[in-house]
Antibody
Framework: QVQLQESGPGLVKPSGTLSLTCVVSGGSLSSSNWWTWVRQTPGKGLEWIGEIYHAGSTNYNPSLKSRVTISIDKSKNQFSLKLSSVTAADTAMYYC??????WGQGTLVTVSS | DIQMTQSPSSLSASVGDRVTITCRASQSISNFLNWYQQKPGKAPKLLIYTASSLQSGVPSRFSGSGSGTHFTLTITSLQPEDFATYYCQQSYNTPRTFGQGTKLEIK
């Protein structure tokens, strides 16, 4: 049974870069076509950040595209999110997921000095 | 971007009731529509995919219907564990937008 676990700093300074990793356990990155990052804030609800195909191609939300990079590391069975130039508006619960079914538990990232 | 609009935003109901939540897309998305349930402090849980397919392990009191721009999630005979927030999401194209959510509360 595939499980996902997010990890990364819970606190990021304004103008810095948010970096999160999602480890896939109990299965392979090739078990799903697309791997996804979603975030959730009380004010904006669920926001789709972007996705990466297991072969490496990506799609990003245009609203974040200039700041987002999603990458994949098959050797470690994980994929990652980088969001640059963060502000308080990027404070959110960040989830990794497959195309729809399997989600990580989420990790709270706060942007504050 | 495709806009997804859910109604109502909140709903009060009693155990045993039948409830229906509506999701409308700003353009046709065929049947590329997922429904999720989210409880406080938990990740969303997939209930329905491709508008009407029940995810494995989800009780049969949940059902989805619709195509094009109009979709519904119906829960028959509400159970205590069904009180949660429900979201629709289109998977027709990117960005894969979500509705704003419908909070189902106990009356």
């Amino acid at each position: 049974q595939v499980q996902l676990q997010e990890s990364g700093p819970g606190l990021v300074k304004p103008s810095g870069t948010l970096s999160l990793t999602c480890v896939v356990s109990g299965g392979s990155l090739s078990s799903s076509n697309w791997w996804t990052w979603v975030r959730q804030t009380p004010g904006k609800g669920l926001e789709w950040i972007g996705e990466i195909y297991h072969a490496g191609s990506t799609n990003y939300n245009p609203s974040l595209k200039s700041r987002v990079t999603i990458s994949i590391d098959k050797s470690k069975n994980q994929f990652s999110l980088k969001l640059s130039s963060v502000t308080a508006a990027d404070t959110a619960m960040y989830y990794c997921a497959d195309e729809a079914e399997i989600w990580g538990q989420g990790t709270l990232v706060t942007v504050s000095s | 971007d495709i806009q997804m609009t859910q109604s109502p935003s909140s709903l009060s109901a009693s155990v045993g009731d039948r409830v229906t939540i509506t999701c409308r897309a700003s353009q046709s998305i065929s049947n590329f529509l997922n429904w999720y349930q989210q409880k406080p402090g938990k990740a969303p849980k997939l209930l329905i995919y491709t508008a009407s397919s029940l995810q494995s392990g989800v009780p049969s009191r949940f059902s989805g219907s619709g195509s094009g721009t109009h979709f519904t999630l119906t829960i028959t005979s509400l159970q205590p564990e069904d009180f949660a927030t429900y979201y629709c999401q289109q998977s027709y194209n990117t960005p894969r937008t979500f509705g704003q959510g419908t909070k189902l509360e106990i009356k």
